[in-house]
């Protein structure tokens, strides 16, 4: 079974800097997908960035981008000039690609912006 | 155009007693999901529907049940509530193989004394 791994349950970053949250998975398929999900207090579930395991450009969404190590089964999301509003939970999620229905979610790191 | 709708937002039960979960889309997808939130634990599925009429169970199915009779409902159900089920739960949907994309509704977050 797929697994996926959130090693910081909890980080910080000062307002205008950059942070690095970091996801490892377990899989032994080659085709599937990488998600990174913010979710805010209100409690909505926000698609941040995703990324296809057969491309090897790294996905970039204004000051999200990711940096996917296929072969290290790695996939952390660096979040650059922070904003308070980026304060939330993230979690790394995996989806195999050819007909699973599962998205396989991790346990979530908690990030704080100070001003 | 209102996605994935659930309700109630907020639920108190008492142990012992059942109530039923909506979940409603309006995108005509094919699959939908329900997962359950817990503190440190992530987003842990229950039970999903590839299509009307099938249902499987996900990771944590114990204590629910559900069926998909439509293609725009797919209800959970808690036949006798339990404390380990106070949780926020997720209703998702997705259009299908081979589609990657959920859209989540805005959850239930439900409490069980």
């Known amino acids: 079974a797929q697994t996926v791994t959130q090693s910081q349950p909890e980080m910080s970053v000062q307002e205008a800097e950059t942070v690095t949250l970091s996801c490892t998975y377990d899989t032994s398929e080659s085709d599937y997908y990488l998600f990174w999900y913010k979710q805010p207090p209100s409690r909505q579930m926000i698609l941040v960035i995703r990324q296809e395991a057969y491309k090897q450009q790294n996905a970039t969404e204004n000051r999200f981008s990711v940096n996917f190590q296929k072969a290290a089964k790695s996939f952390s999301l660096k979040i650059s000039d922070s904003q308070l509003g980026d304060a939330a939970m993230y979690f790394c999620a995996y989806i195999s690609q050819g007909g699973s229905e599962k998205l396989v979610f991790g346990k979530g790191t908690k990030l704080t912006v100070n001003p | 155009n209102a996605g994935v709708t659930q309700t109630p937002k907020f639920q108190v039960l008492k142990t012992g007693q059942s109530m039923t979960l909506q979940c409603a889309q309006d995108m005509n997808h094919e699959y939908m999901s329900w997962y359950r939130q817990d503190p440190g634990m992530g987003l842990r599925l229950i039970h999903y529907s590839v299509g009307a009429g099938i249902t499987d169970q996900g990771e944590v199915p114990n204590g629910y049940n559900v069926s998909r009779s439509t293609t725009e409902d797919f209800p959970l159900r808690l036949l006798s509530a339990a404390p380990s089920q106070t949780s926020v739960y997720f209703c998702?949907?997705?259009?299908?193989?081979?589609?990657?994309?959920?859209?989540f509704g805005s959850g239930t977050r439900l409490t069980v004394v």
């Open positions: 998702a949907s997705s259009r299908g193989s081979y589609t990657v994309f959920y859209t």
